[in-house]
């Protein structure tokens, strides 16, 4: 069974994609990755045939248009009767939709987050492009999903929908090699150098953590504000930019830090209500975390005990639950953390997209 999975990005870093994609593979579909060539086109080696179509605009706007056109071309090339089609996020909804009308075959939708309610769009005339869409082709999709409790209950509310599956954007296991305490404590951010992330606050931060080190391991539009905040303030010695690290290179970084940091702002639903990965990338790694006070991150430190949750994003609030990890240790919350990592890995993920796609696949046999 033939599934074309298409996505507006680049397909290194997106983790989700791929960890769908394998599932898929490992279980007897033929997953076809289509992406594009935005931010560039770095060396990728999957198992499965994938593919990037070439943008020539410079404008996100405009790139978004482009991709429209030529997603629609790709999937009308490349789909048939016997195919199944997965659209991830608001930017390939609208040709995928198209095609499966046309062609009379299944389509399941990827809602990663809340598109319209992303801080970059919030205030800007194309988020009324965009919940246009939304509203128009969210309630005609047969099989949706999403990555968080909170965002399936967002889209039943919005749209009085179907409740959407709900699959956790969670890591693989990893093999457990031991902790090390570092004498020059680290905490890390890992991930999208955007707006809205904190990451600014916790820059500041770092002038009331003493034997301590900030680890930025990303790259995006925010990265030279991050460094400015940086340079102005006088930490350089306390700030370290490791850039963008491929996956590989970040699963060897992670486990080296002795807390992970997700501390996003709450300035649209789609972080408020959001799961990030490298909140479990950073259990996974056996890190005790510090989190924003959102729904779904603050269920995982209550449930499990493997972190704190900061109230606000005063600096020197941010380094007082910071401290409050790093003086208690790695050790003293590793029961706790294999516990969470148990529970928060994609193979207790997996079953659910097997099902969904189990059930698509009977509609065209």
Same mark, same amino acid.
């Given at each position: 069974?033939?599934? @074309?999975?298409?996505?507006?990005?680049?397909?290194?870093?997106?983790?989700?994609?791929?960890?769908? %994609?394998?599932?898929?593979?490992?279980?007897?579909?033929?997953?076809?990755?289509?992406?594009?060539?935005?931010?560039?086109?770095?060396?990728?080696e999957r198992?499965?045939?994938?593919? $990037?179509?070439?943008?020539?605009?410079?404008?996100?706007?405009?790139?978004?248009?482009e991709?429209?056109?030529?997603?629609?071309?790709?999937?009308?090339?490349?789909?048939?009767?016997?195919?199944?089609l997965?659209?991830?996020?608001?930017?390939?909804?609208?040709?995928?939709?198209?095609?499966?009308?046309?062609?009379?075959?299944?389509?399941?939708?990827?809602?990663?987050?809340?598109?319209?309610?992303?801080?970059? @769009?919030?205030? $800007?005339?194309?988020?009324?492009i965009?919940?246009? @869409?939304?509203?128009?082709?969210?309630?005609?999709?047969? $099989?949706?999903?999403?990555?968080?409790?909170?965002?399936?209950?967002?889209?039943?509310k919005?749209?009085d929908?179907?409740?959407?599956?709900?699959? $956790?954007?969670?890591?693989?296991?990893?093999?457990?090699?031991?902790?090390?305490?570092?004498?020059?404590?680290i905490?890390?951010?890992?991930?999208?150098?955007?707006?809205?992330?904190?990451?600014?606050?916790?820059?500041?931060?770092m002038?009331w953590?003493d034997?301590?080190?900030?680890? +930025?391991?990303? %790259?995006?539009?925010?990265?030279?504000?991050?460094?400015?905040?940086?340079?102005?303030n006088?930490?350089?010695?306390?700030?370290?930019?490791?850039?963008?690290?491929?996956?590989?290179?970040?699963?060897?970084?992670t486990?080296?830090?002795?807390?992970?940091?997700?501390?996003?702002?709450?300035?649209?639903?789609?972080?408020?209500?959001?799961?990030?990965?490298?909140?479990?990338?950073? +259990?996974?790694?056996?890190?005790?975390?510090?989190?924003?006070?959102?729904?779904?991150?603050?269920?995982?430190?209550?449930?499990?005990?493997?972190?704190?949750?900061?109230?606000?994003?005063?600096?020197?609030?941010?380094?007082?639950?910071?401290?409050?990890?790093?003086?208690?240790?790695?050790?003293?919350?590793?029961h706790?953390?294999?516990?969470?990592?148990?529970?928060? %890995?994609?193979?207790?993920?997996?079953?659910?997209?097997?099902?969904?796609?189990?059930?698509?696949?009977?509609?065209i046999?």
């Amino acid at each position: 069974m033939k599934v @074309i999975v298409s996505v507006f990005n680049n397909l290194q870093t997106d983790q989700r994609v791929e960890k769908v %994609c394998k599932t898929l593979y490992d279980n007897g579909y033929q997953p076809l990755l289509i992406g594009n060539n935005w931010l560039g086109t770095p060396g990728l080696e999957r198992p499965y045939p994938f593919y $990037r179509i070439e943008l020539s605009s410079k404008k996100a706007r405009f790139a978004y248009i482009e991709f429209q056109t030529k997603l629609y071309r790709e999937l009308k090339k490349n789909a048939d009767n016997k195919t199944i089609l997965l659209a991830n996020d608001l930017e390939t909804i609208v040709p995928n939709y198209l095609i499966s009308k046309k062609l009379g075959i299944p389509l399941v939708f990827d809602s990663h987050e809340i598109f319209t309610e992303m801080p970059a @769009i919030q205030g $800007r005339w194309v988020k009324k492009i965009w919940k246009s @869409i939304e509203k128009k082709f969210v309630p005609k999709v047969k $099989r949706m999903i999403t990555a968080s409790d909170s965002y399936a209950d967002w889209f039943v509310k919005e749209y009085d929908i179907k409740r959407p599956a709900v699959v $956790r954007n969670l890591p693989r296991k990893s093999f457990f090699n031991g902790i090390t305490e570092n004498n020059t404590k680290i905490i890390l951010y890992q991930g999208w150098l955007n707006y809205s992330r904190g990451l600014d606050k916790a820059i500041l931060a770092m002038r009331w953590i003493d034997n301590a080190e900030l680890w +930025i391991a990303g %790259c995006g539009p925010a990265e030279d504000f991050y460094r400015a905040v940086t340079l102005e303030n006088q930490l350089e010695d306390k700030v370290r930019f490791l850039g963008k690290l491929s996956p590989d290179d970040l699963r060897t970084v992670t486990p080296k830090a002795d807390v992970g940091i997700s501390i996003e702002e709450n300035n649209g639903l789609s972080y408020y209500y959001s799961l990030p990965n490298k909140v479990s990338d950073y +259990i996974q790694s056996r890190v005790p975390i510090v989190v924003s006070d959102f729904p779904e991150m603050r269920h995982i430190v209550k449930t499990f005990q493997v972190g704190e949750v900061i109230e606000n994003h005063l600096p020197e609030h941010i380094a007082e639950k910071m401290e409050s990890v790093l003086k208690k240790g790695k050790a003293s919350y590793l029961h706790n953390l294999n516990q969470a990592a148990d529970d928060l %890995c994609w193979e207790n993920e997996e079953e659910k997209i097997l099902k969904i796609f189990s059930e698509a696949a009977k509609e065209i046999l």
